[in-house]
């Protein structure tokens, strides 16, 4: 079994930052990336950012330039930087994982942007 555990959303200011952090455990085996996705209420989860294994990385278009993405793939451990964060940034952020072609999903930490 695989565990997710995310941490460090929260409510933040127009133009602060967060950070974001995803620790895999369990019987996980080699990891292809992992990375971050988002859902807005009423829209379709979409991707924010993942972190291959071979250390590439890619964004969503809405996101490049404000967040970066990070990991230690020794330790199954991914980091979302978020900076300049937008109203439209506000969405439940979920942490996900690919191994030997299984998705695993965390459970979802809460990023609320608002003045």
């Known amino acids: 079994q695989v565990q997710l555990v995310e941490s460090g959303g929260g409510l933040v200011q127009p133009g602060e930052s967060l950070s974001l952090s995803c620790t895999a455990s369990?019987?996980?085996?080699?990891?292809?990336?992992m990375g971050w996705y988002r859902q807005a209420p009423g829209k379709r989860r979409e991707l924010v950012a993942i972190?291959?294994?071979?250390?590439?990385?890619a964004y969503g278009d809405s996101v490049k330039g404000r967040f970066t993405v990070s990991g230690d793939t020794t330790k199954n451990t991914v980091y979302l930087q978020m900076s300049s964060l937008r109203p439209e940034d506000t969405a439940v952020y979920y942490c996900?994982?690919?191994?030997?072609?299984?998705?695993?999903w965390g459970q979802g930490t809460q990023v609320t942007v608002s003045s």
């Open positions: 369990g019987s996980i085996g080699g990891i292809e990336h």
């Open positions: 972190r291959f294994r071979s250390g590439g990385t």
């Open positions: 996900k994982v690919v191994s030997a072609g299984n998705n695993y």
